[in-house]
């Protein structure tokens, strides 16, 4: 169940990749793909423990 829900993950993430307008330059001012989805990873770690 686990790798299913990984990989829908995945396809989500590449679709938006390639449709959403906002990401890409959003993407360029953090400096790349990592750097981005820390900080969203941070955002949401925040809000889930507060």
């Known amino acids: ?5 990984t990989i829908l993950a995945f396809l ?3 679709m938006q ?3 959403y307008a906002l990401f890409r330059p959003t993407r360029e001012k953090a400096d790349g793909s990592k750097y981005l989805w820390e900080r969203l990873r941070g955002l949401f770690t925040e809000f889930y423990w507060k």
């Open 12 to 14: 989500i993430d590449q």
């Open 1 to 5: 169940m686990f790798a299913k829900l």
């Open 17 to 19: 990749q390639r449709r």
